[in-house]
């Protein structure tokens, strides 16, 4: 049996539009550069909810599917079987559906972390029902975590809270004392990626608008300028910034991964992915895949269920400035886009997941050159649908286990 040296993980959460409101499943995608040759699995699991996020332990044994339906599901690292489950209720009662423990941050090979309501909790693989409280996080709603270089600092962005409001905030957790900062910045962070040598992390801006002027279950993209933040995890200072005019099409970020000299990310709804420079934090760069007009054709089928969904969100007539705003983000593509992409440890390849037209493209790094798309399998193989059915399987953040850099 062949063998590949790249496993391309990658949560489903299924189609439409809103994916912390839909399925809960995970894409392994295997690849070899010797020959291009390429295989995947495909897993949805039933009895949860809103698929988001994957994080794997160092060997990768044991994957972390993150979703916004209070559950912790543990699946295994080569077949995706379900290994183990826990419900977080049992630990603490949430205020809104939209908490979840999404992403996780491993310790171990067994231990990990994650949000739980207000608190940071950590548990062991081995073990779902111990779960262990270690402190409270400081902000509205956590989402992306990462473990700072020295693994002192758990460093993690926040969602906008449906009650209380807009975030506009990070924070950092001392594992050593048990103690949370919140750090105020001017727009709100979902995002973040952990410099591999020093206590530093980049924050990258996530700006929605509440729809009907108070909801934040059901948000709006925000044409607004974007920022990417650098931050001192010791301090909470921000170090330097990056902004973008409304214009630069970096809007709603997804993955958030680095090389020694870029700060990647792809952004679903402006369809790029996009990279700037670590020495200036100023000169930027991106890959395009924003669908010609025949593309789109051949994808009617996400994009009625798109518009059927966008409809579904919010009222057209009092709030038409968020369906324009969201026409212009996308620069009138109607469909959302990549969602997924990470780096090798060489530094050599680019893996990237588009949602909206469903395929899986490994690009050289750092010529950006495509080496290989793949048009992944419809939905329906996977899920009681109808044949006319929206057929995107819902790929979101992803995580990638490749060779370490020699």
Not at 145 to 153: D, V
Not at 334 to 360: E, K, M, P, W
């Amino acid at each position: 049996m062949k063998t590949y040296p790249y496993r391309f993980h990658v949560a489903l959460d299924g189609n439409g539009l809103n994916g912390l409101e839909g399925l809960a499943g995970v894409c392994q995608f295997l690849f070899d550069p010797a020959d291009n040759a390429y295989a995947w699995k495909v897993s949805y699991f039933d009895g949860i909810a809103g698929g988001h996020a994957v994080s794997m332990n160092s060997a990768g044994t044991i994957g972390f599917l993150g979703n916004t339906g209070q559950h912790i599901l543990l699946y295994d690292g080569s077949d995706s079987r379900e290994l183990a489950r826990q419900s977080t209720l049992f630990f603490e009662v949430n205020d809104t559906s939209l908490r979840g423990s999404t992403h996780a941050v491993w310790l171990s090979e067994h231990e990990f972390i994650v949000a739980i309501g207000d608190f940071f909790y950590r548990f062991d693989a081995r073990r779902l029902a111990d779960g262990e409280k270690i402190g409270a996080h400081g902000v509205k709603l956590p989402h992306a975590m990462k473990l700072s270089a020295s693994g002192r600092y758990l460093l993690y962005g926040s969602m906008d809270h449906p009650r209380t409001g807009e975030a506009r905030e990070v924070g950092v957790f001392d594992l050593q004392n048990g103690t949370a900062r919140r750090i105020e910045l001017p727009a709100t962070c979902w995002h973040v990626v952990a410099d591999p040598v020093r206590d530093i992390f980049y924050a990258l801006s996530f700006r929605v608008l509440p729809q009907d002027g108070y909801d934040y279950h059901e948000w709006a993209m925000a044409y607004l300028k974007e920022y990417a933040f650098e931050i001192d995890a010791a301090s909470g200072r921000v170090l330097r910034h990056w902004a973008a005019s409304r214009d630069v099409p970096a809007h709603i970020n997804s993955d958030v991964t680095l090389s020694d000299s870029e700060l990647i990310f792809c952004n679903g709804a402006s369809q790029t992915i996009f990279f700037i420079d670590r020495e200036s934090l100023a000169r930027w760069r991106l890959i395009d895949e924003r669908p010609d007009l025949d593309m789109l054709v051949d994808n009617k089928r996400a994009i009625a269920r798109q518009i059927a969904d966008a409809l579904s969100r919010g009222n057209v007539v009092p709030e038409s400035r968020h369906f324009l705003s969201a026409l212009r983000i996308s620069r009138f593509a109607i469909l959302d886009s990549v969602y997924a992409c990470q780096l090798s440890a060489d530094q050599s390849l680019l893996f990237t997941a588009n949602r909206g037209l469903n395929h899986i493209t490994v690009y050289d790094y750092p010529s950006n050159q495509m080496r290989l798309r793949v048009k992944m399998p419809p939905l329906q193989e996977f899920v009681a649908l109808s044949p006319q059915d929206d057929p995107r399987l819902g790929f979101h953040h992803g995580w990638l286990c490749s060779p370490p850099a020699r």
